[in-house]
Nanobody, 120 residues
Framework: QVQLVESGGGLVQSGGSLRVSCAAS????????MGWYRQVLGKQRELVAS???????NYADSVKGRFTISRDNAQNTVSLQMNSLKPEDTAVYYC??????????????WGQGTQVTVSS
């Protein structure tokens, strides 16, 4: 079983910065992709950024140039540095990880979510 524990987030003024981090634990053999999604009440969850074990990254157009995703493969952690935040970035941010357990079982799990609020 794999668990994701998120940290960071909070309240910041428009133009400010925040960092959210996520640590995976459990019987993990490898994590192929780690990512951050966000969801606003009443809307679908959307991809913010993802990163592979080989450090290939993918960003939503709305955050390109402002957000940076990074990961530590040895520690099974992923972080999202968010700069130049806008009120429309306000959402619950969820960490996601997909990979393999020892024994070649696949997993795809979500964190509990952390609130990011950007005031205007």
């Amino acid at each position: 079983q794999v668990q994701l524990v998120e940290s960071g987030g909070g309240l910041v003024q428009s133009g400010g910065s925040l960092r959210v981090s996520c640590a995976a634990s459990g019987s993990i053999f490898s994590i192929a992709v780690m990512g951050w999604y966000r969801q606003v009440l009443g809307k679908q969850r959307e991809l913010v950024a993802s990163i592979t074990s080989g450090s290939s990254t993918n960003y939503a157009d709305s955050v390109k140039g402002r957000f940076t995703i990074s990961r530590d493969n040895a520690q099974n952690t992923v972080s999202l540095q968010m700069n130049s935040l806008k009120p429309e970035d306000t959402a619950v941010y969820y960490c996601n990880a997909a990979g393999n357990l020892w024994g070649n079982l696949r997993f795809n799990v979500w964190g509990q979510g952390t609130q990011v609020t950007v005031s205007s």
